[in-house]
């Protein structure tokens, strides 16, 4: 019983951690619907100014250096939230996918700032005498410092409640945040109204990091840890509501400490990939969803190259066996009854055999995945019992997906020809013109992607992904340990092929629409762009790539359509020449723990 | 030795014309150390190629337990029982040493190739006997020319095979570390059988009880390394004529060694 309450007392203090940093998260994001991937930096700059603010003290005024870093670090954080915000967050108004990106960006840069000044290890600092010990009330152990953190936020929360009840600043805000037009209409100064919230926003995850120096040892990348937890105490507490926020925080902070919660930054992507539709337009969202799609695929082609060494330029093929699997299901859906409308355009009376079973959804879906991984497994078989590799493989490859593209085009009766299946209306009964089932499509393909990065992550950090590094580096030597590299590839190309099938099926319902043009040579190189760009061997490099290139395109190309192929040719140009392992690799390097792991890469035989 | 493990008959090697191996007939006991000495381009790297599937003979017999394996792939080959190394150690530089070693004890398992990799408590003592317990976790790529070839003794070891065949495994070794290695193969001889090709005359002189001499790619001589140290057709070929200062003669082989792994490089 003693034990429980000692626990619960220990999770409330995290919770109360938890709290400060997600109420700073929830203002911001409520007022300014901003989602703000480096406000877990400014814990970390709150930690630190509590560390220089120690130092400059020195030994004999430790006593009161935690009282003097409080205000210390509630300016620092502010202060450089509201640059933050005055930089870059105010010129991407509206836009929140930008936001979201650039302040990773920031993210990053201040991490990396940390590292530099401070150095990378993490730094402990001296635990003020008047907070050494603690009270036990009931058995239950309360030591000071946790006590402490407790009271301070209590008094946070308290302090910023009566703020918004009864301060001019406070009405603004309220008035911001019911609506910002109607506000501004009255006078009200929005963007003013938005800067004092990002400072108070931000000063306030400063004192989390003070706080947080009283529980252990603080290192650049303190902020992370945090930031998943609060991503989720706000999406749970509901945005932009203070009551919520407490409520979410203790719960959080206390089912922290009973069950071993995996704080990783999956968590953290997965939290903010949820976040994501509530702002964003209907727009907005399926294009998100399409970049979603086009991830899952690359994570299926940075398996086979990345780490098989198999650098697939066909890969279009799989990705198009997947996406027509799906796209004859919804076109059979839009004819109903009658034929798909290309093949009375064709002069055919009756639907070919083979499409008929396309009718039942299950068996559709089935054969996104399957089509796609058998194909790949025949031919994987064949080639690689020959000991086909490198050139040649990719060669073939590029020749398979143009001889795949010449039979779509060629056999326009069954295919829809070179216009492909068009006009996808509905999907299962869905209108997949609504904002609901775009939203839906969102969290499936979401969903579809984090379960695929899981498991990638799980294969490869397996023995068996240990091998298929081993393969790729050195293939014959695998064999005198006693295992069949052919059995190792054909594996590994045919789950890489389904994972493009599978891309290409949520593909569909979101763009309504299928062509040979999205999955032919040209598109079947692009994807290894997007690999090579974010990094290959690198699951998460593969994601961001994938995501990052198109919707640089996407941007680039509406503006000035020629710019993307000029910036697309440039950015691999440049990447391969002075960083093969693509962002990631120059974010590892730049971070010192350049992963050696992938470095043979560079020096892989690609015969 | 009433079982033979080995048997070679009338192999016949040829690369364009050329014939490496040129009607060699060898048999190694079970249970048997022996050690395979010979000049430069003997054949003797072309021997273990072919009993273990690198090379396909183009006559001639290999059997192994009775059973012909010249034709088997190689993978096939090592899971009835022969492991080797090669004369340029070669281990995966992408994977840290522990993983190396996992993999290779690794061959037999089924669903556990979907686990992480893990050592197991044999597989660390292992690490320990090679000295290679501090750089565990360090990538392969990393080691030093004489830790690779102890990593890549430690993956045969746990292969666990019958046979062992190992590719002048003291090149580029200290005096230390050749006195270490050759211990090392006494002592897994004791349970194993074990074929060792080697350049070095002194360390074959202080480990070798059996010695084969290969030359043209055929066998000349075999039997206790004393009876082979004094035939004249062996010293005429390929030992220092004077045995007297075995410290210049050490120098020479070492010379010889690094050549043979230079230029094979
Ligand atoms: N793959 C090959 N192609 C052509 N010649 C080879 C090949 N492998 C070995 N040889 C030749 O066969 C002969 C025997 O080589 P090897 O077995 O490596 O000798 P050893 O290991 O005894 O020094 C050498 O003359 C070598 O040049
Ligand atoms: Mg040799």
Redesign the interface.
């Known amino acids: 019983m003693e034990q429980l309450a000692t626990q619960l007392f220990i999770g409330l203090s995290i919770g109360a951690v938890l709290l400060m940093v997600a109420v700073g998260l929830s203002v911001t994001f409520g007022q300014m619907n901003v989602i703000n991937m480096a406000h877990g930096e400014f814990i970390m700059i709150g930690a630190y100014s509590a560390y220089v603010t120690q130092a400059v003290l020195g030994e004999d005024l430790a006593g009161w250096s935690f009282l003097t870093a409080l205000p210390v670090a509630f300016v620092a954080a502010g202060v450089i939230g509201v640059l933050v915000e005055h930089l870059l967050i105010r010129r991407l108004h509206g836009r929140v996918l930008d936001t979201l990106l650039a302040t990773w960006g920031v993210a990053i840069i201040l991490q990396q700032a940390a590292r530099d000044i401070f150095g990378a290890p993490n730094v402990q600092l001296m635990r003020p005498e008047a907070l050494q010990g603690g009270i036990t009330l009931a058995g239950v152990n309360m030591p000071f410092t946790r006590l402490t953190i407790l009271g301070l936020a209590v008094g946070v929360v308290v302090l910023l409640a009566l703020m918004i009840d009864r301060l001019p600043h406070g009405r603004r805000m309220r008035a911001v945040l019911q609506n910002r037009d109607l506000a501004e209409a009255r006078g009200v100064n929005t963007s003013r109204v938005d800067r004092v919230t990002f400072f108070v926003g931000s000063g306030l995850a400063g004192l989390a990091g003070v706080a947080v120096t009283l529980l252990g040892p603080v290192g650049p990348s303190v902020g992370t840890l945090y930031l998943v937890d609060a991503f989720l105490i706000v999406i749970v507490g509901g945005l932009g509501h203070l009551r919520g926020a407490v409520v979410a925080a203790f719960a959080l902070g206390v089912l922290n400490t009973f069950v071993e919660f995996s704080t990783s930054a999956t968590l953290a992507r997965a939290a903010v990939l949820l976040m994501v539709p509530v702002v964003m337009s209907g727009f907005e969202v399926s294009l998100l969803t399409r970049f979603l799609a086009l991830a899952i695929l690359a994570v299926g082609l940075d398996l086979a190259w990345g780490y098989g060494g198999m650098l697939s330029l066909g890969h279009g093929l799989f990705f198009g066996l997947g996406a027509y699997a799906m796209a004859m299901h919804l076109k059979l859906e839009a004819a109903g009854r009658d034929m798909p409308d290309f093949m009375v355009w064709s002069g055919r009376s009756e639907l070919p055999w083979w499409w008929e079973p396309f009718r039942n959804a299950g068996f559709a879906t089935a054969m996104a995945l399957l089509l796609p991984a058998a194909v790949a497994a025949a031919m994987g078989y064949f080639v690689f019992r020959n000991r086909i590799r490198g050139a040649y493989f990719a060669i073939l490859t590029q020749a398979t997906v143009v001889v795949f593209t010449i039979l779509l085009v060629g056999y326009q009766g069954y295919t829809g020809g070179s216009n492909g299946l068009t006009d996808l209306e509905t999907m299962f009964g869905l209108d997949l013109g609504a904002v609901s089932t775009q939203r839906l499509l969102y969290f499936v393909t979401a969903g579809a992607l984090v379960a695929v990065y899981l498991l990638a992550r799980q ?1 490869v ?4 992904g ?2 298929l ?2 393969v ?3 293939e ?2 695998v ?6 590299p052919v059995a190792i590839k054909v594996v590994a190309f045919a789950l890489s092929a389904a994972l493009a099938g599978l891309g290409g099926a949520l593909f569909v319902p979101v763009v309504g629409i299928v062509a040979p043009e999205m999955l032919g040579a040209v598109a079947s190189i692009e994807m290894v762009i997007w690999v090579a760009l974010g990094g290959r061997g690198s699951l998460v490099g593969a994601i961001l790539g994938a995501l990052l290139v198109n919707y640089a395109q996407f941007t680039i190309s509406s503006v000035f359509p020629a710019g993307w192929s000029y910036a697309q040719g440039a950015l691999l140009v440049v990447v391969i020449v002075a960083a093969p392992l693509g962002l990631v690799g120059l974010l590892r390097s730049a971070r010192g723990r350049f992963d ?6 560079l020096a892989t035989k690609e015969r | 030795m009433s079982n033979e493990l080995l048997e070679i008959d009338e192999l016949r090697v040829g690369f364009d014309g050329f014939l490496a191996l040129d009607g060699l007939s060898l048999t190694i006991g079970d249970g048997e150390l022996r050690f395979i000495i010979g000049p430069n381009g003997a054949g003797k790297t072309t021997l273990l190629d072919v009993a ?3 090379t396909r003979p183009t006559a001639g017999s290999v059997r192994f337990d009775g059973a012909e394996i010249a034709k088997l ?3 096939k080959i ?2 009835r029982g022969i ?2 190394t ?1 004369q340029n150690a ?6 840290t040493v522990s ?1 190396n070693l ?3 004890a ?4 089924r669903w ?6 893990a050592l197991s408590g044999e597989l660390e003592s292992l690490l320990e006997d090679v000295g290679l317990a501090q750089v565990a976790h360090d ?1 392969a ?2 080691l030093s020319h004489g830790q690779r070839s102890w990593l890549e003794i430690a ?1 045969l070891l746990a ?1 666990r095979p019958r046979l062992l065949l190992l590719d002048e495994p003291v090149a580029g070794m200290s005096k230390a570390e050749r006195a270490a290695t050759g211990e090392l193969l006494v002592e897994i001889a004791s349970q194993r059988t074990v074929v060792v090709i080697e350049h070095d005359m002194e360390f074959v002189r202080q480990f070798a009880e059996h010695v084969s001499v290969l030359h043209a790619g055929g066998l000349l001589r075999e039997g206790s390394v004393a009876e082979v140290q004094a035939d004249p057709e062996v010293q005429r070929l390929y030992l220092a004529p004077d045995h007297g200062d075995e410290a210049s003669d050490t120098d020479e082989a070492l010379d010889a060694n690094e050549l043979t792994a230079a230029t094979a490089r």
């Open positions: 294969l950090r397996s023995r068996w240990r091998l590094i081993a790729r580096d050195t014959d030597r064999r005198f340990l006693g295992y069949n050696s792991r992938i470095v043979p890469t | 273990t599937g690198l792939a190689e993978h090592v899971r492991g080797r090669f070669t281990v995966f530089d992408a994977l993983e996992d993999l290779a690794s061959s037999h398992r556990g190739l979907l686990r992480p990799p990538p790529g990393s993956m292969q």
